[in-house]
Every structure is written in C-alpha cells, then in structure tokens.
C-alpha cells in the first residue's frame, strides 16, 4: 500500500532537485554568505540621499534589483537544502544564516520606503521627465506612495525590520516540531502489514476502501497529535500577537485589513467569498449526502471524506505516467508551454519522493532563478498526479513573470499565485474526462473533481473563516488556546459539512496540522484562486488561442498591476461574487451527472 520511506542519502539522484544550479557546492553559497555581509554597509550609503536627485534614485533601484536576484537565489538554496531533511542540522543552520542575512540586509534598507514617501509630489514628477530610466519602476514608486498613511518614520521601520526575524519564530518552531520532531505510531492495514503513519501518508491512507484500517488512521493520527495540542495552539497565539503588533504599529484597523493591503486585495472581496459559500452550502451538504449514500454506510464519518466513491476503479500512477499525462493534458496551452514543462521534468526541477524528515506537502519555490524549483511527496495515485500539475502551473507562472518583467516587478503577488497552478488540474481534469467513456471511470474522475471542489473552496473558505476568527479573538486580547481553538473549529466543521456528517471529535484538533495558519490569511486565495481557474480553463478549452493569448499576457504580468486588473486581462473579474457562484454551480451539475452515473 505504502512506498518505502527512506533516508536522504538512498533517494535516487535523478529523483531529487539539482540545487547546483544554484550554487555548485556549500563552500560556494557560504562564499556568499561572506559577501552578502557588505550589502549592508553598501545599502546605508544611499541612506539620506535618495530624494536628492533622479540619478541617485534610479542608482539605488537598480541596486535593489542586484540585492533581490542574489537574495533570492541565496535563501533559495538554504530553504530548499532545509527541506531536504529538517532533522539535518547543518543545512538548518544554513537556513538561519539566510534569514539573519535577509534580515540584516532588509533592516539596511529600512529607510527606503519613507525616503520615497517623502519626497514632493512636484519633485518626483520632474525626476521622471528628467531621467527616463525610472519609468521602469513607477510602479514600484506607486506601491509604496499608495500606503503612506501604513509608513513610519525611518526610525520606526529599521525597528520594525528588525523584528521580523522573531516574526517568523512561531512558524519555524511550529515547522520543526512537526516535520522532525513529531513522530507518530504505526498503523495496521488489512493484510496485517506494520506502516509508518506520518504527515505525508496520512491522507493516503484515509483513501484506502477499508474503513476499520481508515478509522484506525484517523484515530491513531489525531490521538498522537493531541498530545501536542496546547504547544502548537502556543505558537499560533504567537503568531496572531506578531501579526497584531505590526499591523497596530502600521496603523491598521485589524491583521486582515494589513495582510490584504500589501496586495492591493480590497477585503470585502475576503468577507464576499465567505458569503458566498454560505449562500452555495445547500450543494455541499448535497455532496456529502452524496457521499453517504454511494459509501452505502449508515453514518459518514470525517475518515471517509477521502477514500473514492468508486473505489476499484483507482489505478495506480507512476510518476512516469503522471508527467506524460500532464504533458498531454496542457498542449492546449501551445508548443512553448509544453516545452518548457519538459525542460523542467528532465532538468531536475523536481524533488520527487518522501524521504525521512522531507518537509511534507508540496510546492513551488518561487524563486525562478536560473529556474524554479518543485518539492513534491509524490504517490503513485491520481491526487499526485495532480498535485504535480498542481506545482508546475506555479513554477511556469514565475518562469513567465521572471522572463518578462523586469526585477522589480517580477514577482507576482499571493492573491493570483493559486490561478496558474488550479488553471492546470482543471486542465488536466477536462483532458482525462474527454478520453473516456467508461462510466465507472468517468464516475471516478468526477468523484476526483468533486473533491477538489470540495477540499479548494469549501474546505479552504472554511479554513479562511477560522483564521477570520482567529484573528478577531486575539485582536479582542483572547488567548488562543487549544480548547478554544478546537471549538470554534469543530463549530465550522458543523457548519460547513452538515447534519449527514458525524463531526468526529478527533476533527476538532484538525487546526494543528495545518501550516497555513502560519501564512497570514493565504489559504482564502485558494477557494479565490480555483474559482478563477475555472473561468479562465472554460474559456480556453471554449475560444482557444485568443484566450490562450490572454493567459500568456497575465502569467507574464508579475505585479505589474494591481491582482484584480491582472485577471480581468485573463478574462475574470474577482471584485464580483460571479466567479464563485458560477464555480460552485459547475459543482452543483457535476454532483447532478455523478448520480446518473452510479
């Protein structure tokens, strides 16, 4: 049932990233490290200077472009070396002297954004006419003018910057804990075999058709991870009085309102998500009425949430096979798409396979230079054929922002991270439904696409509505504690999954293994995210390459514009409910036609 875990050092090389080209060796990124240490000293000699003339401005800009490039490649290797194993530590070691570098380096700075705040209106504008170069990054010169009101003085902010290495304590601590530190009993499946349950097999596991073997899982994950309910509920009242104290030091209404400003993200669009998910419930308790009734089990329990309606129609995936498939799947995106998804499957972008102490989950780095780089926990089943479609839309849509933006403007911000990644598995979702009619396998696809409805914008607005009130409890000087916590969960839980749905106790500690609650209010942009993919999927499977175009122009478009201007280019507008409701009604039809189907 499970693959072997193993260490490090036996995982295959062709299965692991190739962070050498980063930095060929250690030696060669502690180098680095050694003359990051100047940056400083080199940043304050712009300090005082940066409203004296257009010159001395745009110097400064392009030295900011040099320091972000290296930064980036710099922490990148750290970060993706500490992923490797977090029990390693030498490369966590590397890690810390990244971060104390980002962190120095950024404290040097500090003075920038108030320098550029205070310089006249008048003056400015003569700067551009005097020195054409700048236009490159009035956008740039826009961001930071349009939170004047969020600015303190030069003082304040080399203060505040300085804090932001403590900042990051709670999700380190709380990293640590669960990645290396946090070891949990083996589990028995059905055939009498001993298995390792961890973070990465957990919910492979809770697909198994046998439901003894399912709830013993459940049952024996939640039971290991309430012993340490009262340490991580800990770091998360850290990490909402961190979130607290910069957002009142910038002068913010709550921590909501300054995590969505830094994107330009209006947070009535948060609170309308919300709604219309409440308004669109009816559909879920429809699915999991579903559910119970295909399971053929008198009650549903929250361990049978995972394992497929039509469960012998599974097949297992190799790695192999997922790649060719997502291959064939985004050929409507155009020859060079594809190509570039090659590049990165033989170039070893990828770091393929759970080993011991490899961060759990997935992503994409981000960091695009000299190219992404992808960690995966990869099983041969559907879910992570998906989920390496999943992070190959997020590395190709830095590749695209990266090629062609310039530094300043190549990084493309949260809010629209999730479209490019969902664009693919739906994507790839439409391709595996179009190559069959086999009405079992059929089933098993839509079940597939259900959940993803289910786990990307119930199970994340669900998440986001937590968080919500998280948030509003601490800004009322409540701790959060764990039995706080696992009630307003197990609360929402109710809610959002209703009365077909035995909310199991154990669901209540479901809070704790969730790393997104450390990410300042991220997860809501998933639901966001996979509602905009949906249009944007439909419109190209409908129009072809002028919307393929489109797309193109809007992976290309970093944080060129604000995120919402973005998409309307792609063809979606996210200040409207319209996307949402149109999403969940697609569910709605697909729960509709899985009736027909079994």
């Known amino acids: 049932m499970a693959q072997k875990i193993l260490k490090r050092s036996e995982v295959a090389v062709e299965n ?104 006249p209106e008048e003056t400015l504008k003569g700067f551009f006419e005097e020195e054409k170069e700048l236009e490159t990054y009035r956008r740039v010169i826009h961001s930071i003018r349009r939170r004047a009101a969020h600015v303190l003085s030069p003082e304040c902010e080399k203060l505040l910057a300085s804090a932001g290495e403590m900042a990051d304590g709670p999700d380190n601590i709380v990293g640590i804990l669960r990645n290396a530190d946090l070891k949990f009993p083996s589990v028995t499946d059905p055939e009498g075999n001993e298995l390792p349950l961890t973070g990465g097999s957990f919910v492979p596991y809770l697909e198994s058709d046998n439901v003894e073997f399912r709830k013993q899982v459940f049952e024996t994950y939640y039971n290991r991870l309430g012993e340490f309910k009262n340490t991580i509920a800990a770091t998360l009242d850290a990490q909402f009085k961190q979130l607290r104290f910069f957002a009142e030091a910038r002068k913010y209404n709550s921590t909501l309102e300054a995590s969505l400003d830094r994107t330009e993200v209006p947070v009535e669009v948060y609170h309308n998500l919300i709604q219309a998910v409440h308004n669109n419930l009816d559909k879920m308790y429809s699915y999991v009425a579903l559910r119970k009734k295909l399971l053929g089990v008198d009650e549903l329990h929250m361990y049978d949430v995972y394992t497929p309606i039509v469960a012998d129609a599974a097949s297992e995936i190799s790695y192999e096979e997922a790649k060719e498939n997502v291959l064939e799947a985004l050929q409507v995106l155009g020859e060079d798409y594809v190509e570039l998804l090659k590049e990165g499957f033989n170039n070893r972008w990828i770091d393929v396979y759970e080993n011991e102490g490899k961060r759990g989950g997935a992503y994409s780095s981000g960091n695009s230079r000299p190219h992404p780089y992808v960690l995966l926990n990869h099983k041969d089943n559907l879910d992570s054929m998906f989920t390496l479609a999943h992070e190959m839309g ?167 514009t604000d995120p919402i201007s973005l998409l309307k280019i792609a063809g979606v507008d996210m200040s409207s409910p319209e996307p949402i409701n149109s999403a969940l009604k697609l569910f709605g039809d697909l729960i509709k036609e899985m009736e027909t189907l079994i």
Not at 85 to 96: I, K, P, S, V
Not at 412 to 417: E, M
Not at 443 to 459: C, E, M, P, S, V
């Open 16 to 119: 692991t990233w190739n962070l050498a080209d980063m930095f060929e060796s250690d030696d060669a990124w502690l180098k680095e490290y050694e003359a990051l240490k100047e940056f400083p000293g080199k940043i304050a000699a712009f300090k005082g200077k940066l409203g004296e003339s257009a010159a001395g401005l745009l110097e400064f800009l392009r030295f900011e472009d040099e320091i972000d490039v290296r930064l980036s490649v710099f922490y990148g290797y750290a970060n993706c070396k500490g992923d490797e194993d977090t029990a390693n530590g030498f490369y966590q070691d590397l890690r810390g002297k990244a971060m104390s570098t980002y962190i120095a380096i950024s404290s040097a700075g500090s003075f920038a954004t108030p320098e550029i705040m205070a310089i």
């Open 394 to 560: 997020h590395a190709l849509h830095s590749y695209h922002s990266t090629h062609n933006q310039p530094i300043c403007t190549s990084d493309y911000v949260i809010f629209v991270a999730e479209v490019a990644s969902t664009c693919n598995e739906i994507l790839l979702m439409r391709h595996l439904l179009s190559k069959t009619t086999d009405k079992k396998e059929r089933a098993y696809l839509i079940n597939h696409f259900l959940d993803q409805f289910k786990g990307t914008i119930y199970r994340q607005t669900m998440f986001a509505e937590f968080e919500l009130e998280m948030g509003k409890m601490s800004e009322s000087g409540q701790t959060l504690t764990a039995d706080a916590l696992s009630a307003k969960y197990h609360e929402l839980n109710k809610l959002y999954f209703g009365s077909d749905m035995v909310s199991d106790d154990g669901i209540a500690l479901e809070w704790a293994r969730i790393p997104h609650f450390f990410y300042n209010y991220y997860v809501f942009q998933y639901a966001t995210g996979f509602s905009a993919a949906v249009a944007i999927a439909s419109r190209i499977l409908e129009e072809g390459k002028p919307a393929v175009d489109d797309y193109k122009r809007f992976l290309s478009g970093g944080s060129s």
